[in-house]
């Protein structure tokens, strides 16, 4: 059995598989909420991108490609940065465009709204605005 990464530096991995595939996840996780896609779609997009993330390996170090340890182990990293990104992005979604049905409870977690619960629209007007100055 192979070391998990036989031939990249600590500083390498991070490099690519933690920013630029990292990176990429998130936005992947991001678009995939944002366009109501279901959730097996951010498994399937980020096994690609693991794929895509060897070959970057390969193609800038000269790393092996087709390792598979190392593959599992981006492509880990990948699904569940994109997990992590695509299930804030649905809360804050279903937050804000369904405030009369449904209220955030965590960055991970809604609810739906009680029905003896007062909801304002100025209330969630000024709460839109206070979380735009904030992104």
């Known amino acids: 059995m192979t070391p998990l990464y036989a031939t990249e530096s600590w500083l390498q991995i991070l490099m690519v598989t933690g920013v630029i595939g990292g ?29 895509g993330v060897r070959f970057l390996h390969f193609a800038l170090f000269q790393a092996h490609i087709l390792t ?18 695509f299930r804030i992005t649905r809360v804050n979604r279903m937050a804000r465009q369904y405030p009369w049905l449904y209220e955030r409870t965590g960055p991970f977690t809604w609810r739906d709204r009680q029905a003896g619960q007062k909801f304002s629209l100025t209330a969630m ?10 992104e």
Not at 125 to 134: A, H, N, W, Y
Request: hydrophobic share 60%; glycine share 6%; aromatic share 14%.
């Open 23 to 51: 990176g990429a996840a998130v936005l992947a996780g991001r678009a995939l909420a944002a366009t109501w896609r279901p959730y097996w779609y951010v498994i399937v997009y980020m096994l690609m991108l693991g794929a």
């Open 125 to 134: 007007r000024v709460m839109t605005s206070r979380q735009i100055l904030r």
């Open 68 to 85: 598979l340890e190392s593959y599992v182990a981006d492509a880990f990293y990948l699904v569940a940065a994109a997990s992590i990104s």
